[in-house]
């Protein structure tokens, strides 16, 4: 058995499903409006600099003030969508993890 070629069989099997196609049109969407992108980029910079720059007990609290502070941008139509699809599609990975390692642990 290649390894190898099941990893690209799993890959086209992920792309292939609903929750990817999803997020990807989802993001494309979100992508188009340049205002929307900018803010959305700005946001994750400033997660990202929380969690590199604290310690994640107080990354945890920061990243709660900064939702506040984004909040009505994340109830947007494109924005929504978005973070919806990503959080759907992360599910699906976890799924896909948790299977894996339940077959690695046997």
Do not use: G, H
Request: aromatic share 10%; hydrophobic share 30%; proline share 1%.
């Amino acid at each position: 058995m290649n390894i190898n070629k099941k990893a690209l069989e799993l890959a086209n099997s992920i792309k292939s499903s609903d929750e990817f196609k999803l997020m990807k049109k989802s993001k494309a969407q979100l992508d188009k409006n340049k205002n929307l992108k900018r803010q959305f980029d700005n946001y994750i910079d400033k997660k990202n600099k929380l969690y590199s720059n604290n310690r994640l007990e107080d990354a945890s609290n920061k990243l709660a003030e900064l939702n506040k502070e984004y909040e009505e941008f994340f109830n947007l139509p494109l924005v929504s969508s978005y973070m919806k699809s990503t959080r759907d599609f992360n599910n699906l990975m976890e799924k896909v993890y948790k299977s894996i390692e339940k077959e690695l642990l046997k």
